[in-house]
């Protein structure tokens, strides 16, 4: 089958995270027919996959998902967003960038590799989950734990995410920057306007904090990341009166940290920062995605991207932006990397892929798999 054949079949089904609505069924289904042995593994509402042909040393693994973002409004779609259609030179569906484009591409460039030189002398694995969009506990976190028990750790992953801004070949993520999300609540009096000596306004109080993060300079980047950066998301203090002060004022950030930090340490420079301001307030912190992770450029970054050259004739850049990933928790096990389409509709109205782009990229995966069994 081709690429866009399997990716059609894929994107039929509504698979908004965590449902799978028959996407992993269908996946596993193809994947059996090429002598994959296929492993369904649900962890409690979550439908993930493992498929894995041959036994031995050395492994490569694909990882991906089969889950979407909510479509939105299904009236605004041109063809809907599970009806997939080819128009213009273009897949259209949910899911045809980010990314059952990529899962596709990558079981059509198995079944050719398969086809043309028979069952590898390693073994390729396909870790595909259906938690990727949503909270990612019960996705590949799991399903790695699970591989470490039974011995399917692979010694390389390639992650299929849409990596691209604008055209195949431009970057190769070898590494995501940590995120960090915090709250910041400061306690006052409340009271009428008129007598301001009688209440206590914390809004000043919670404008000093925060202008004391926005000013602060984390750092200036390191040699494979941009700066640390931190930005302000929300302020608030529930007041529906003009001419009241309010009893408290609570604010949330958002930072976007490099290697330079751990979350331990982000955390406390940003305690140490707030307590210079000498303003009573509280704050909770909680990690959206994770720890920074790189996977310094070696072997494995440059067979990818020898692979990417070999097709499209240019020579990706690695990269560490953009936001995070389910890489993150494949770095703690073994090297990875992330190539996948165009990222420019992903998440959007009437999201799609390129036909030309989804065949390419079949053909950079098939030759990512060549060039690792030959090496």
Known sequence: MSVIEIAKQLIKCPSVTPADAGAQDYLGKYLQSLGFEIFHLPFYDVPNLFARIGSGAPHICYAGHTDVVPP????????????????????????????????????????????????????????????????????TVKILEWMAQHGHTPDVCLVGEPTNPDHLGQEIKIGRRGSLTGTITVHGKQGHVAYPHLADNPVPR???????????????????????????????????????????????????????????????????????????????????????FLTKPGAWSALVRDAVKDITGKTPEYTTNGGTSDARFIAQYCPVVEFGPVNATIHQINENADVQVLEDLTRIYARVLELYFKS
């Open 206 to 292: 919670i404008v000093r904090l925060l202008d004391a993060l926005a000013s602060y300079k984390f750092d200036k980047g390191t040699k494979f990341f941009p700066p640390t950066n931190l930005e302000i998301t929300t302020i608030d203090v529930g007041n529906t009166a003009s001419n009241v002060i309010p009893q408290s004022a609570k604010a949330q950030f958002n930072v976007r940290f490099n290697d330079k930090w751990t979350r331990e340490t982000i955390e406390q420079k940003i305690r140490a920062v707030l307590d210079k301001v000498k303003e009573p307030y509280t704050a909770d912190f909680r990690i959206d995605g994770s720890h920074s």
């Open 72 to 139: 939105g409004p299904a009236g605004q779609w041109t063809y809907g967003p599970f009806n997939p259609t080819v128009a213009d030179g273009k897949l259209y569906g949910r899911g045809a960038s980010d990314m059952k484009g990529s899962v596709a591409a990558f079981a059509a460039a198995a079944a050719a590799y398969i086809r043309q030189n028979g069952a590898p002398t390693g073994s390729i694995s396909m870790l595909i989950t259906g938690d990727e969009e949503g909270p990612a506990t019960h996705g």
